[in-house]
């Protein structure tokens, strides 16, 4: 997924937790819910960030000097312009475009 396209808000909004409660049926399934998508998110961009980055990689022999490259500090600032993870995560539950299972065990065997 495209995270730079997200129409994730960049700040933090203020949500009804009784509908976001409501398809669930509780608070802490819900939590848990956007908890693990928000850090599958961070894995995935931290592993895009780090492929990117790699081509930046500096040999040992020349670790002693300092220098910027414009594109490794570009890509790093369009990183940081990217919602943060738990806001993607919350926007697309709210969006209904998460895929989740709800139940404990003894539930499912009935």
Known sequence: MDYKKTKAPKNT????MNQMTAKVGNVYGTVAIIAKRANQISQSLKRELDGKLQDFSIPQDAIDEQFENKEQIEIS??????????????????????????????????
Request: glycine share 2%; charged share 40%; hydrophobic share 30%.
């Open 13 to 16: 909004l203020t949500r009804d």
């Open 77 to 110: 600032r369009s990183y940081e312009r990217i919602p943060k993870p738990t806001l993607i995560a919350t926007q697309e539950f709210v969006d209904d475009e998460l895929m989740y299972k709800v139940g404990s065990r003894d539930e499912q065997l009935k």
